[in-house]
Nanobody, 124 residues
Framework: QEKLVESGGGLVQPGGSLRLSCEGS????????IGWFRQAPGKEREGVSC????????WYADSVRGRFAISRDNDKNTVYLQMNSLKPEDTAVYSC?????????????????WGQGTQVTVSS
């Protein structure tokens, strides 16, 4: 059974860094587009970053471009989201998701498999 498990969330001060992990089991992540999404209280879920399963190309939301970086370790069947220069407005539950189709998308509806999410809180 396909499963995604996120980890690495926590409480960090503004300007700090966190690295989120998304580990897959039951399927091989490098064959899938992987997206990171976040949802803050009272707000809609938004795409943060995604990586193509076919060529490794990536996309970032304007709000995180230059601060966040997505990467994958195929040996560990894991995708990472390195988050630097964190801001209070980055506070949200972060989830990873997998999509088997050709061509990645920042739209959550495209993704078939989801993790349970990990809380990121940026506060002094």
């Amino acid at each position: 059974q396909e499963k995604l498990v996120e980890s690495g969330g926590g409480l960090v001060q503004p300007g700090g860094s966190l690295r989120l992990s998304c580990e897959g089991s039951g399927f091989t992540l490098n064959y899938y587009n992987i997206g990171w999404f976040r949802q803050a209280p009272g707000k809609e879920r938004e795409g943060v970053s995604c990586m193509s399963g076919s060529d490794g190309s990536s996309w970032y939301a304007d709000s995180v471009r230059g601060r966040f970086a997505i990467s994958r370790d195929n040996d560990k069947n894991t995708v990472y989201l390195q988050m630097n220069s964190l801001k209070p407005e980055d506070t949200a539950v972060y989830s990873c998701a997998a999509d088997p189709r050709v061509g990645y998308s920042s739209q959550a509806a495209r993704y078939d498999y989801w993790g349970q999410g990990t809380q990121v809180t940026v506060s002094s």
